[in-house]
Nanobody, 122 residues
Framework: QVHLVESGGGLVQAGGSLRLSCGFS????????LGWYRQAPGKQRDLVAR???????NYADSVKGRFTISRDNGKNTLDLQMTRLNPEDTAVYYC????????????????WGQGTMVTVSS
């Protein structure tokens, strides 16, 4: 199992910046990838950014050039630096871990944090 705890959400004005952090613990040697997802009111949960254990990262088109995902293996944290925020970035942000699991049909079990709210005012 992997336990995820997010922090750093809050209220920010449009154009501002915010940094989210996710602490992870447990079977960290089985983590295949870590990521940030977000869910706006009434919408589905979507990928924001993801980084694999090999350091390959990908971003949603809407955040490319504005958000940066980074993993610190020494501190067991996953950060999301968000800049030039706009009201469309308002959502609950969730930390996600894809963990290798031979007991799973897909070979991967997904874990989620509790989420942290980001509100961008216009």
């Amino acid at each position: 199992q992997v336990h995820l705890v997010e922090s750093g959400g809050g209220l920010v004005q449009a154009g501002g910046s915010l940094r989210l952090s996710c602490g992870f613990s447990g079977s960290i040697n089985r983590i295949f990838a870590l990521g940030w997802y977000r869910q706006a009111p009434g919408k589905q949960r979507d990928l924001v950014a993801r980084v694999t254990g090999g350091g390959i990262s990908n971003y949603a088109d809407s955040v490319k050039g504005r958000f940066t995902i980074s993993r610190d293996n020494g501190k067991n944290t996953l950060d999301l630096q968000m800049t030039r925020l706009n009201p469309e970035d308002t959502a609950v942000y969730y930390c996600n871990a894809e963990v290798l699991d031979i007991s799973s049909a897909s070979g991967i079990t997904t874990y989620w944090g509790q989420g942290t709210m980001v509100t961008v005012s216009s």
